[in-house]
């Protein structure tokens, strides 16, 4: 058998696109022989994967998954929303859920995870994108559970039970029952969805971005003329309507602007048979942050004629 250096690893993986390690298993299995090595990537499909890696996955499905009163969303992406609609996808989605609820959301730990019939979840979604044809990536996960109480859930612009653009996770603390609890939790998740609050209230507010906000207001009433005593008025009373905006408990509760959140879970705690408390939320919408690829049609196109 042939010496397998480092640079014919190089050279596999220059041919083919594939990672290091499978380049030199490759090279091992068919004794150095290149040609037979780019044959054996092909016929494992870590080829195909490994050349979709560099391309922009911005699309796919967020999931949730709710077990008592623990519950998870992953967000899993694709490169176009024509794979969300695929049934393996979906399916592969789903299932990576349904792990993350037993096994944790750190995604590092989540992707070697097992995966029924497959390996690890990394496994799993790399021969699903040799199967389809499209990058893939498990982006992000989290968890939420209560002592005691119900985690609320919902999903929208649902494609499939617990798939969809826009996952919520909502824990509600409360020695109620679970099954009023589980309902309001829903109606709360729906509110999460539709209003997009950053925390449950202003302890949970990223200090920099009140910072931020701060700065706009100052630079702003500063521009006015007014003297520094009632520039500062202003920006604290800024201050409190921005946190009114983005404070979920502060927030107008969608299902009666007459009431807050705050308010409307006060007057659901005599339904509910006990004091509520939300513990905390995630709100998962398909790629957001992700800065997707601007592509040049008429390039592309004007490109195809020359080849």
Not at 119 to 131: E, L, N
Not at 170 to 183: D, K, N, Q, R
Not at 268 to 285: L, N, Q, S
């Amino acid at each position: 058998m042939s010496t397998i250096t480092a640079a014919m690893v190089k050279d596999l993986r220059e041919m083919t696109g594939a990672g290091m390690m499978d380049c030199k298993t490759a090279l091992n299995e068919t004794g150095g022989d290149i040609e037979a090595a780019i044959d054996w990537l092909r016929k494992k499909g870590i080829t195909k994967a490994a050349k979709k890696a560099g391309r922009t996955a911005a699309e796919g499905l967020v999931a949730l998954a709710v077990e008592g009163a623990k519950g998870v969303v992953v967000e899993v992406n694709s490169e176009t929303d024509f794979v969300a609609r695929n049934t393996e996808f979906q399916e592969m989605v789903s299932a990576i859920a349904g792990i993350a609820l037993a096994s944790g959301a750190d995604v590092e730990a989540l992707k070697t995870a097992a995966y029924p019939g497959a390996g690890s979840v990394a496994d799993k979604i790399q021969a699903t994108v040799a199967k389809i044809g499209e990058n893939m990536a498990l982006r992000r996960a989290a968890t939420i559970s209560v002592g005691q109480g119900a985690v609320g859930s919902y999903i929208h612009t649902q494609i499939a039970p617990g798939l969809g653009k826009i996952a919520v996770i909502v824990g509600l603390e409360s020695t109620g029952s679970s099954e009023a609890l589980t309902a309001l939790g829903r109606q709360v998740a729906m509110h999460i969805a539709a209003s997009s609050p950053l925390a449950v209230d202003p302890s949970g507010v990223d200090p920099a971005v009140v910072e931020r906000e701060r700065g706009v207001l100052a630079e702003k009433a500063a521009a006015s003329g007014k003297p520094a005593n009632i520039i500062e008025k202003i920006v604290e009373s800024g201050i409190k309507t921005f946190y009114k905006e983005v404070c979920l408990l502060d927030q107008p509760y969608v299902h009666d602007g007459g009431k807050t959140v705050a308010q409307a879970l006060k007057e659901a705690e005599g339904k509910v048979g006990g004091p509520i408390r939300i513990t905390g939320f995630y709100r998962f919408a398909l790629g957001e942050g992700i800065e997707k690829e601007e592509s040049d049609f008429a390039a592309e196109v004007m490109a195809a004629a020359k080849g």
